[in-house]
């Protein structure tokens, strides 16, 4: 695998139809029995947030809550893409509950732009939210239960591989290294000592931020305050094929729910 050397100054690579991936989404949660909710709509721009839930097998012992989002940055499509297969691969362990944000910001995709319409990166809104998208996101999370691990999906154009950020503050169980294994067979790991400025060790970033010490929160720092003890932040490169980078998204995203369907059950 061979990086495609296109991304200059910012993400080059193929746009996706968002459009036709998110009726393809629901398509496939319908067929699975994912419940969907419109959580935000702006029907002038056809803009329209949903999140699909779907409980855990009936009579499952050691439920856990997964929350999954992707498509906050409209220039990586690997994550709607990866949303899309895991759904329809529908290989989720019986004793998960799931949540699932597939898309919040669609309209960042039909311009093939990081930020909304108005110019807004939305991952900085978490703290002191200006942008309606994340008003609403937010209200929504708001509403739900505690989650047991959360996943964020993600791209960077300049990354040499697979990474991932770790936001771990008990020292749980950590599936980091397990993830970064699997997907290795599939997608090249960043293995830089520094990424995004940041110490790194074999594709696996835990920075130690206290959130508080930010002005502006990504997703990732309401979560671990408001609503988890675990979360990931998946970052596939997108210097890569298309086809690689969902690969490692959904290769990461299906090793960390294995994992924690596992703990949920004792063994």
Same mark, same amino acid.
Request: hydrophobic fraction near 40%.
């Given at each position: 695998m061979q990086r495609l050397r296109k991304n200059l100054n910012r993400y080059c690579g193929d746009p996706i139809d968002i459009d036709a991936t998110l009726a393809d989404i629901r398509t496939a949660a319908a067929q699975h029995g994912f419940a969907s909710e419109t959580f935000y709509g702006e029907p002038d721009r056809q803009v329209e947030l949903f999140a699909l839930h779907r409980p855990a097998a009936a009579g499952t012992a050691g439920v856990r809550r997964v929350y999954i989002s992707s498509g906050i940055h409209g220039d990586e499509p690997a994550g709607p893409l990866a949303v899309r297969q895991l759904l329809q691969d529908n290989r989720w362990p019986p004793a998960l509950?799931?949540?699932?944000?597939?898309?919040?910001?669609?309209?960042?995709?039909?311009?093939n732009s990081r930020e909304n319409a108005s110019g807004v990166d939305l991952n900085r809104q978490y703290r002191e939210p200006r942008a309606a998208e994340i008003r609403a996101h937010i209200a929504w999370l708001d509403r739900q239960p505690s989650f047991d691990l959360c996943l964020m999906l993600h791209e960077d154009w300049e990354s040499d591989g697979f990474y991932? +950020?770790?936001?771990?503050?008990?020292?749980?169980?950590?599936?980091?290294?397990?993830?970064?294994?699997?997907?290795s067979s599939v997608c090249p790991i960043d293995r830089n000592e520094m990424i995004e400025g940041r110490p790194a060790r074999d594709g696996?970033?835990?920075?130690?931020?206290?959130?508080n010490d930010r002005p502006e929160w990504p997703e990732a720092f309401y979560l671990i305050t408001r609503k988890t003890r675990?979360? +990931?932040t998946l970052e596939a490169p997108s210097d890569y094929l298309m086809e690689v980078r969902v690969a490692a998204l959904v290769t990461a995203v299906n090793t960390a729910v294995e994992m924690i369907a596992v703990e949920g059950d004792g063994t």
């Open positions: 509950e799931l949540w699932i944000c597939p898309c919040l910001n669609p309209v960042g995709f039909r311009m991932l +950020y770790e936001q771990n503050p008990d020292g749980r169980r950590s599936p980091a290294a397990e993830m970064i294994e699997r997907v696996v970033v835990r920075a130690n931020i206290d959130p675990l979360s +990931y």
